[in-house]
């Protein structure tokens, strides 16, 4: 029945223009429509995502999306650059985050997680 519908991540924000600046200046995007009730979108990689404003926002602990990039060493720099903090995460057995990244075994997948300025979990990862 859903199989072949978009889905279109939603992310909580107590304070919308906060939220916009952080997108704008640590992620570099920017609203792709501002909707009548003050809801943002953005686009990225051809999926858009809704920002809305709610007393709720930064209750979640778990990821809330991920960004899958090929060049991950580049993007987790960049984003470092532009003010981006990591999170330090322990999986107990299955390892732990070191300056904020954690790899596979081989070295073949790598991911991080950060948080945005409304609280939300965000995570880079590779395309392994």
């Known amino acids: 029945m859903l199989e072949n519908v978009p889905i279109r991540p939603s992310f909580p924000a107590s304070d919308l223009e906060r939220a916009k600046r952080w997108y704008s200046e640590k992620l570099g995007l920017d609203p792709v429509r501002e909707l009548d009730y003050g809801d943002v979108e953005y686009q990225t990689g051809g999926v858009r995502f809704l920002i809305y404003q709610t007393e709720l926002a930064g209750t979640n602990e778990a990821t809330a999306a ?62 392994g």
Do not use: C, H, Q, Y
């Open 66 to 127: 991920s960004f899958v990039v090929d060049d991950f060493d580049e993007v987790i720099a960049s984003l470092r650059t532009s003010g981006v903090l990591f999170e330090d995460v322990d999986f107990g057995e299955f390892g732990a985050t070191i300056d904020g990244v954690i790899e596979s075994p081989d070295g073949s997948n790598k991911s991080a997680w950060f948080k945005d300025s409304e609280g939300n979990i965000l995570s880079l990862t590779t395309n």
